[in-house]
């Protein structure tokens, strides 16, 4: 499963993006799909997340009330949905997918998924 991600760009601060996470090959709608981002010289930190079973979300606190992660089957696509952009949202974020077999309390762990996108840039000017 190679995963592409897209949406970013540069905006001011309170501006809104969205990303996107499609799969080039298979669906993405039987897997439990992720955004993490990371600054240079950070770790990687988890976003938000959306259960492939029930279609439970989860969103860090950094981000709760401002990203929401939403899926659409039809189109095998999962979004990251970011509103009220700060300066300190900027990062490149990633999209990653999982077996099928991710456990709810395991969704906010990058070691739970197995696929991974090659990111997009977000930049969020003050």
């Known amino acids: 499963v190679q995963l592409q991600a897209s949406g970013g760009g540069l905006v001011q601060a309170g501006d809104s993006l969205r990303l996107s996470c499609t799969a080039s090959?298979?669906?993405?709608?039987?897997?439990?799909v992720g955004w993490f981002r990371q600054v240079p010289g950070k770790e990687r930190e988890f976003v938000a997340a959306?259960?492939?079973?029930?279609?439970?979300?989860i969103h860090a606190d950094s981000v709760k009330g401002r990203f929401a992660i939403s899926r659409d089957a039809a189109k095998s696509t999962v979004y990251l949905q970011m509103d009220s952009l700060k300066p300190e949202d900027t990062a490149v974020y990633y999209c990653?997918?999982?077996?099928?077999?991710?456990?709810?309390?395991?969704?906010?762990?990058?070691?739970?998924?197995?696929?991974w996108g090659q990111g997009t840039q977000v930049t969020v000017s003050s």
């Open positions: 959306i259960r492939s079973r029930g279609g439970t979300k």
């Open positions: 090959a298979g669906t993405l709608s039987s897997r439990t």
């Open positions: 990653a997918a999982d077996r099928g077999t991710i456990i709810l309390s395991a969704m906010r762990f990058q070691t739970s998924y197995d696929y």
